[in-house]
T-cell receptor, first 113, second 117 residues
Framework: DADVTQTPRNRITKTGKRIMLECSQT?????MYWYRQDPGLGLRLIYY???????NKGEISDGYSVSRQAQAKFSLSLESAIPNQTALYFC????????????FGEGSRLTVL | AQKITQTQPGMFVQEKEAVTLDCTYD???????LFWYKQPSSGEMIFLIY??????QNATEGRYSLNFQKARKSANLVISASQLGDSAMYFC??????????????FGRGTSLIVHP
């Protein structure tokens, strides 16, 4: 099983709909991140959490909210989706030793029509 | 201002040749780290190599090496003996250390590498 699992992997939705992207990790790590990837813009940080009671806004948090339901689960919500939120979304958790490289989920491709 | 700059949107290399992907960074911290990730067309993100700011030797992992020039704030990725499977997007990222041992990773915009047979 993957260390970081994202659901759904693909979702097409309509403008104005609420959508939730879920992330769970089996690494037992406290820290989790949500990123958004757009062509030519790289990965940009949406929200991050350093433990269950800690939630922080990243570079591009407007239009998004998150919930850290447990150490292993970190969900990203779009309360009212708009077309420019069409993107590839990644959840990640850093290794606790070494350099702290990120373990990524497989990504969730979201299309907002 | 961008903290990680990758100036090459696209690169081409002949199979079996070496290629260098550029990355410059901006930080005033003394403690930080630099990473390279690979993203093939399938979309997953694959960690390649890491260099800490206090590491005196350049990091190497198989065919990957990181040319770390601290004074120039550059952390270029060198891929030796390119293979067709190296065709992918490559992202440089920086770890900026916060208090308590936590950190926020920041990514560059990426470089698309195409390896020609």
């Amino acid at each position: 099983d993957a260390d970081v699992t994202q659901t759904p992997r693909n979702r097409i939705t309509k403008t104005g709909k609420r959508i939730m992207l879920e992330c769970s990790q089996t690494k037992g790590h406290d820290r989790m991140y949500w990123y958004r990837q757009d062509p030519g813009l790289g990965l940009r940080l949406i929200y991050y959490s350093f433990d269950v009671k800690d939630i922080n806004k990243g570079e591009i948090s407007d239009g998004y909210s998150v919930s850290r339901q447990a150490q292993a689960k970190f969900s990203l919500s779009l309360e009212s989706a708009i077309p420019n939120q069409t993107a590839l979304y990644f959840c990640a958790t850093p290794e606790t030793g070494g350099g702290g490289e990120l373990f990524f989920g497989e990504g969730s491709r979201l299309t907002v029509l | 201002a961008q903290k990680i700059t990758q100036t090459q949107p696209g690169m081409f290399v002949q199979e079996k040749e070496a290629v260098t992907l550029d990355c410059t960074y901006d930080t005033s911290d003394q403690s930080y780290g630099l990473f390279w990730y690979k993203q093939p067309s399938s979309g997953e993100m694959i960690f390649l190599i890491y260099q800490g700011s206090y590491d005196e030797q350049n990091a190497t992992e198989g065919r990957y090496s990181l040319n770390f020039q601290k004074a120039r704030k550059s952390a270029n990725l060198v891929i030796s003996a390119s293979q067709l499977g190296d065709s992918a997007m490559y992202f440089c990222a920086m770890r900026e250390d916060l208090s308590g041992g936590s950190y926020i990773p920041t990514f560059g915009r990426g470089t698309s590498l195409i390896v020609h047979p």
